[in-house]
């Protein structure tokens, strides 16, 4: 079982940058497939990005992609988003998520909390 804490999230303005920070517990990181997801008021949670489990691919939502950058560190437990070009269209709750595999249509079994990133236009 493995525990995730999201930090990071923010106000930011239209166009500025956030790095997300997803924290997990336990020795068996490397064994995940991590993820972020984010939900915005009044609409359902959407895949934002992917890594698997060495890092050796990432995948992203069509919306996001070139603008986000998804990364991880095994040695630190830590997974991480680093937003760019943020736009108001981005303010959601985002979660952290880890699973067997990675990719949009996966299951994740783990979830953080979530951490609010609020773009101001």
């Known amino acids: 079982q493995v525990q995730l804490v999201e930090s990071g999230g923010g106000l930011v303005q239209t166009g500025g940058s956030l790095r997300l920070s997803c924290a997990a517990s336990?020795?068996?990181?490397?064994?995940?497939?991590m993820a972020w997801f984010r939900q915005a008021p009044g609409k359902e949670r959407e895949f934002v990005a992917a890594?698997?489990?060495?890092?050796?691919?990432?995948y992203y939502a069509d919306s996001v992609k070139g603008r986000f950058t998804i990364s991880r560190d095994n040695a630190k437990n830590t997974v991480y988003l680093q937003m760019n070009t943020l736009k108001p269209e981005d303010t959601a709750v985002y979660y952290c998520?880890?699973?067997?595999?990675?990719?949009?249509?996966?299951?994740?079994?783990?979830w953080g909390q979530g951490t609010q990133v609020t773009v101001s236009s």
């Open positions: 336990g020795r068996t990181f490397s064994t995940y497939a």
């Open positions: 998520a880890a699973g067997p595999r990675a990719g949009p249509t996966y299951e994740y079994n783990y």
């Open positions: 890594i698997t489990r060495f890092g050796g691919t990432t």
